[in-house]
């Protein structure tokens, strides 16, 4: 009888610290101070021989190595949503290196995710050393979701000058901030500068992609659709891909993207 009462109580007093543990942590997600491990709802037994549903943090065995390699073919079956799941647990686990950081943001990028790639973005800037050749990458993608998809033109205009000078992400952000400043003329000249700088393929198309807008713009229906051709042969990046999908819908609607290049 007194031990069946103990347990009762212990079981009690259980399923009410399960409880606070949980408030606190979706209070403190709600705050911007939540614990940084990856969080699920998880279904915790109590000792009346129910379940309790409550917030935990999952701790993941695998290594590192393990992690991208199974995120990454996730990404080949296109699940975005669950390879940006696993690059949670990469940079969590290795919290220093900037690319882990940088596919993460784009995965969610990919499914329209912004305000969390940001948050991603963010994080990194903290964590990421400043020696890292990833920080400028970060900074530019980052000033871009907030340009193009989270209305943020002033923060997107401090970070740019974070960005080295004479380099293609100043060249490409200062472009794509006169672009939407209807300056066509002096983003142009500027994504000209930086085509003559470009290092790889993905930034190429990334520049190509913000000349077809301010193209758009003009009324330049060649070039708009030139520059395009060769943003949709060059791309890599799963959030450019996202936005050149958009545009190719907004501009040509009655003829899908990847079933030609209209004359």
Not at 198 to 224: C, P, W
Not at 242 to 258: A, H, S, T
Request: proline fraction near 4%; hydrophobic fraction near 40%; charge should be negative.
């Amino acid at each position: 009888m007194f031990l069946s009462t103990i347990r009762r109580y212990i079981g009690k007093l259980s399923q009410v610290t399960y409880y606070i543990i949980g408030t606190w942590l979706c209070l403190a997600s709600c705050a911007g101070l939540s614990d940084p491990r990856p969080m699920v709802y998880k279904d915790i037994p109590d000792y009346e021989g129910g379940t309790q549903r409550v917030l935990t943090v999952v701790n993941d065995p695998r290594p590192v190595e393990q992690i991208i390699k199974d995120a990454e073919e996730l990404v080949m079956l296109k699940a975005y949503a669950d390879a940006a799941d696993e690059y949670a647990y990469v940079v969590y686990k290795d919290p220093s290196v900037g690319r882990y950081y940088l596919r993460y943001a784009e995965l969610l990028e990919r499914i329209d995710k912004d305000n969390a790639a940001r948050k991603v973005y963010s994080q990194a800037l903290e964590n990421v050393p400043e020696d890292d050749p990833a920080r400028v990458e970060i900074i530019h993608r980052m000033a871009l979701i907030d340009a193009n998809h989270l209305f943020k033109v002033e923060e997107a205009e401090e970070l740019l000058h974070l960005l080295p000078s004479g380099s293609i992400e100043r060249y490409d952000l200062a472009a794509f901030l006169y672009y939407q400043a209807h300056q066509y003329d002096s983003a142009l000249e500027l994504l000209n500068n930086a085509l003559e700088r470009v290092r790889d393929a993905d930034q190429k198309a990334l520049l190509m992609f913000h000349a077809s807008l301010i193209y758009h713009e003009l009324g330049d229906v060649k070039n708009t659709f030139g520059s395009l051709y060769h943003a949709i042969n060059l791309s890599e990046h799963l959030g450019l891909i996202r936005d050149i999908e958009n545009f190719w819908e907004l501009i040509n609607q009655d003829q899908p993207l990847g079933t030609g290049y209209p004359e």
